[in-house]
């Protein structure tokens, strides 16, 4: 089964979808994920929100093999490795392999985040 369909709903308010530690990452980062496509495991066709809180300092430089579109919906993070900073309402389209990161969030900050493959033909 792929990702469900969804008629419009208020993500904000849905309790069915809490804010909870993404597994893997720093304390302090948290995921609401939308839809997930959970036959392909956890980063095939994912979309959800994640919350970076003050303070956070990642150490990695993240490079993954899926495609990943972010929408920074409120505050700003600095990618240390570029010495770039990214605010609310700027967004990304990285295809696999793109580097980037670590990131120092010295406010917190919420982005919208939907992560998938394409198929290859």
Same mark, same amino acid.
């Given at each position: 089964?792929?990702?469900?369909? +969804?008629?419009?709903? *208020? /993500?904000?308010? %849905? ?5 909870? /530690?993404?597994?893997?990452? !720093?304390?302090?980062?948290? &995921? =609401?994920?939308?839809?997930? *496509? /959970?036959?392909?495991? !956890? ?11 003050? @303070? ?8 993954? *093999?899926?495609?990943? &579109?972010?929408? +920074?919906? %409120? @505050?700003? +993070?600095? %990618? ?14 990285? /295809? !696999?392999?793109? =580097?980037?990161?670590?990131? =120092?969030? !010295? ?10 493959? +394409? %198929? =290859?033909?």
């Amino acid at each position: 089964m792929a990702k469900p369909e +969804l008629e419009f709903f *208020d /993500p904000t308010f %849905d309790n069915s979808r809490p804010w909870v /530690p993404v597994p893997g990452y !720093p304390k302090g980062i948290y &995921e =609401k994920i939308l839809t997930i *496509d /959970p036959p392909t495991g !956890p980063w095939r066709m994912k979309t959800r929100f994640i919350h970076f809180q003050a @303070g956070i300092e990642t150490k990695e430089t993240l490079c993954h *093999d899926y495609w990943e &579109e972010v929408y +920074l919906i %409120d @505050g700003y +993070l600095i %990618d240390i490795a570029k010495n770039q900073t990214f605010k609310a309402g700027m967004y990304c389209c990285r /295809p !696999p392999g793109m =580097k980037h990161g670590p990131y =120092k969030i !010295p406010f917190g900050v919420t982005a919208y985040e939907v992560h998938y493959y +394409l %198929d =290859k033909k």
